[in-house]
């Protein structure tokens, strides 16, 4: 209830079109991948790579037209302008804000919108906090005998010195058995 609250907050309070997804609760992310839960908004499309979400589309522009930034600053994509939000584990994540119009204190050349990706911050909720959660992924379409493979991740944060000086750490590991498959064939004259 408090997620859903802290939504309407953010949506309420800001000045143009904005959406967002926010976690009450450190680890408790809807989704374990980002732009699963980005689906979730209205106006925005994922794209799908090995059966999980990857890009996405807002408003009907593409990946390439989007600008991600990690709070407050721009973030590097692998190849392209797109961001693959697949890269990110949502156990540290806290909120997704997304901003569908243009505004002063928000980085500029997003057409399809800026998406602003916030940590979780050890001053935010003060004093000792820890998640850890390990799941398996099954893949069916694996070719080796193993298609269980695991997931770890791991959120800790602690404050010192009466909650004026903090220390955050967030780890995740995934590992994913894949292949790729293509048959060509080239005209010779």
């Given amino acids: 209830k408090g997620t859903l609250l802290r939504s309407m907050d953010l949506k309420r309070e800001a000045r143009g079109v904005v959406d967002g997804i926010s976690a009450e609760d450190i680890g408790k992310f809807p989704d374990t991948n980002l732009a699963e839960s980005l689906q979730r908004i209205t106006g925005i499309a994922i794209e799908r790579d090995r059966g999980e979400g990857s890009k996405i589309t807002v408003r009907g522009f593409g990946p390439d037209f989007n600008i991600v930034t990690f709070n407050d600053r721009q973030m590097p994509t692998s190849g392209g302008r797109s961001f693959d939000f697949g890269n990110i584990a949502s156990e540290g994540i806290s909120a997704v804000e997304v901003y569908k119009s243009g505004r002063a204190n ?84």
């Fill in 106 to 189: 928000v980085p500029t050349g997003g057409i399809g919108a800026v998406v602003n990706v916030a940590t979780r911050k050890p001053l935010d909720k003060p004093g000792q906090q820890a998640a850890f959660s390990a799941k398996g992924a099954y893949d069916s379409s694996s070719r080796e005998d193993n298609s269980l493979t695991p997931e770890f991740a791991g959120l800790y944060s602690n404050t010192f010195a009466d909650d004026t000086f903090g220390i955050g750490l967030t780890f995740s590991y995934q590992e994913r058995d894949g292949g790729e498959q293509s048959a060509t064939t080239q005209d010779f004259m």
